[in-house]
Every structure is written in structure tokens, then in C-alpha cells.
């Protein structure tokens, strides 16, 4: 009965172990270490509203991305509004990628699940520090292949935007 005892109370301490190593983890991956790097981080910031518009006589539309910024790492939200004589479409996405010397690498992932599409976007930091520049390359899904088309997005403050930018719009 004696070895009985021992065996549960030592399977009852690894388990205790084991959720207390958990924790301690969760919380240095979790809490302590983005809030160290963040303290640390001395670089850009590209938090804040972007916008981007393109407009001719035969469509219009407009981009808008949120970045929130922990040090390098990037998450936000993209919006993108379409309009021509024949469609007019609206794209949400979640957005999560990383700032690396100047550039912006993003992944952008549908809000709406139904929704096939994805992309990710190469995006140089310009105009000091007002514009974002680069490449967004998506599924097209009318045409069933990768799309590559130019961005340009301009930062926002206090609801002006300092510069208009050219957005070449994608087909959903």
C-alpha cells in the first residue's frame, strides 16, 4: 500500500509540474518577453491608419490598413472597396507579418471564411515615413492565378492624409 501511495503522489507532483511549467512559459511568451522587446525596440514605428485610393473612368477604389506594432512583429486589419459599371465588391482581411530593416512583410488572411482569396504583401518603407510601397500579390480568383499588382499607401493623421497614393485595384 505504501508503494501505492508513492506512485500517485509522484504522478500528482510531475502533473502539477508539468501545468506549473506551462504557465511559466505562457507567460514569458505571452506577457514578459514582447513587453522586454518592446522596451528595447528603438526602430520604426508603422502603427496607425494607411490609406491608399485609385480612381479613373473606369473604376474606383480604396484601401485601408490598421497596424498595430509590438516591436518587429505586425498584426492589423485590411479593408479594400471596388467599384466599376459592373461590380462593386468590398474584402476584408486580417493582417499579420513582420518590419525587417525598412520593409514590411504581411500576410493577409480573409475575415470571412468563405471567402478563397488570400495575399501577402513586400512593402518598402518611403517618403519618410509616410508611404508604404511595394508589391500586394493575391489569388485572383476570376482568373484563377497569382496577381501581382503595385500598392502605394499613405499614413494618416488625425483624419488628413498627408499624401494621396495610386492603388492599382486587385479582382477579387
Known amino acids: 500500500m505504501d508503494y501505492l501511495a508513492q506512485a500517485v503522489l509522484g504522478i500528482v507532483t510531475g502533473i502539477l509540474t508539468t501545468v506549473i511549467l506551462f504557465l511559466i512559459k505562457e507567460l514569458w511568451v505571452k506577457t514578459i518577453r514582447p513587453y522586454v522587446e518592446e522596451i528595447r525596440y528603438k526602430g520604426v514605428s508603422v502603427a496607425g491608419l494607411w490609406r491608399g485610393y485609385s480612381r479613373d473612368e473606369f ?27 459592373e461590380k462593386q465588391f468590398v474584402l476584408e482581411y486580417q493582417v499579420t507579418g513582420y518590419l525587417w530593416e525598412g520593409y514590411l512583410t504581411l500576410n493577409f488572411r480573409p475575415k470571412d471564411r468563405a471567402i478563397t482569396t488570400s495575399a501577402m504583401a513586400l512593402l518598402k518603407i518611403a517618403g519618410g515615413g509616410n508611404s508604404l510601397v ?27 492624409i498627408l499624401r494621396t497614393a495610386p492603388l492599382v485595384p486587385p479582382h477579387p
Request: hydrophobic share 40%.
Open 59 to 85: 473604376h474606383d477604389s480604396d484601401a485601408t490598413l490598421f497596424v498595430e506594432q509590438s516591436a518587429q512583429k505586425i498584426s492589423g486589419t485590411f479593408s479594400f472597396r471596388f467599384r466599376n459599371p
Open 134 to 160: 511595394g508589391q500586394f500579390c493575391f489569388r485572383n480568383v476570376e482568373i484563377e492565378a497569382v496577381t501581382a499588382i503595385h500598392m502605394n499607401l499613405a499614413r494618416q493623421h488625425d483624419n488628413v
